[in-house]
């Protein structure tokens, strides 16, 4: 075989190897469990954050009209409304609607009913929700939109869900369940790679600016100023050690070795920045990304090599 042959093969069997499904359950699960903690924390400011109120600033109108600035095809919550008065639902009764059936599609995707229509629903429902409330979004939602992405194109049900078992569907292409993990593997790489190497290039992360910052900045304060004083100490050294963990990610959470430590050290990050800041969506939404891309694998390594 020739080399250049050789090698496409080496790559086209990275990718299409063939794996269990058992990734894809805990990314069904953990994203299902997101989207229900998101509508019941988002529940009471629902109404406030997708009807126009002519008296304040930030208004959804503002908002759809950054969006589309960018592509006039991102969906939004206002394609609803428009679909619901052409009907002669109220503003408020189809954005409760639409509040009603993404925790419905959450709560499929948890249980494991109509996977596949939930995924979608949920991807299309929370991108639209996320995008008319760009200015109060951050980045809990982005990943929560690229989880959902994933999961809508992956071969669904697994075999945990209901779907398969009561219904006693055949597995799905194993192939397809390798390339889809691989994907969402690399795209993590990305991430943290990156992320570290912006922290890196600026001075904030060198001296401890940036973490006293993120953790004195409203309404991320949680941790007392006393406290924050008498360790700022470790400011500089913890700031290095997560651009350090985060621009390596690519390269030890590979290695059979190294990739327990990499896994429980950016879990651990992501469960600190939650329990110092509040931001307990956000270290979910990771920990399901992370634990689904690469802590599965830890369950079935025994010996064999990663790369």
């Not at 998101?38 to 503002?62: E, K, N």
């Not at 929700?129 to 690229?146: E, H, M, Q």
């Amino acid at each position: 075989m020739k080399p250049i042959a050789r090698r496409w093969q080496q790559v086209h069997d990275w990718f299409f190897s063939g794996t269990s499904d058992h990734w894809l359950a805990v990314l069904r699960i953990g994203l299902g469990l997101q989207l229900v903690l998101y509508c019941i924390t988002s529940r009471a400011d629902w109404l406030q954050m997708f009807t126009l109120h002519p008296g304040s600033f930030v208004t959804r109108d503002l908002t759809e009209a950054l969006v589309t600035l960018g592509s006039t095809l991102v969906p939004r919550v206002s394609w609803f409304i428009s679909a619901g008065e052409f009907i002669g639902l109220s503003e408020a009764t189809v954005l409760w609607v639409v509040w009603s059936v993404l925790l419905a599609a959450g709560l499929c995707l948890v249980a494991g009913i109509f996977c596949r229509s939930a995924a979608i629903a949920a991807w299309f429902l929370h991108l639209s929700a996320i995008k008319s409330s760009a200015l109060l979004s951050y980045g809990v939602d982005n990943f929560t939109s690229i989880g959902l992405f994933y999961l809508m194109l992956s071969p669904l049900p697994d075999h945990l869900a209901l779907d398969s078992r009561w219904r006693k569907w055949p597995p799905n292409n194993v192939q397809l369940q390798s390339f889809w993990q691989r994907v969402l593997q690399l795209h993590l790489c990305v991430i943290y790679f990156f992320s570290g190497l912006t922290k890196l290039l600026g001075s904030g992360w060198w001296n401890g600016e940036s973490l006293w910052r993120a953790l004195t900045r409203p309404p991320f304060d949680i941790v007392p100023s006393e406290m924050l004083i008498r360790g700022k100490y470790l400011f500089i050294p913890l700031g290095l050690g997560i651009c350090l963990l985060e621009t390596s990610y690519p390269i030890f959470i590979w290695l059979r070795r190294t990739r327990l430590i990499w896994l429980v050290g950016v879990i651990a990050m992501h469960g600190a920045i939650a329990a110092l800041m509040g931001l307990y969506l956000f270290g979910l939404i990771m920990a399901v990304l992370n634990v689904a891309a690469f802590g599965i694998d830890l369950f079935r390594l025994h010996g064999k090599k990663v790369i």
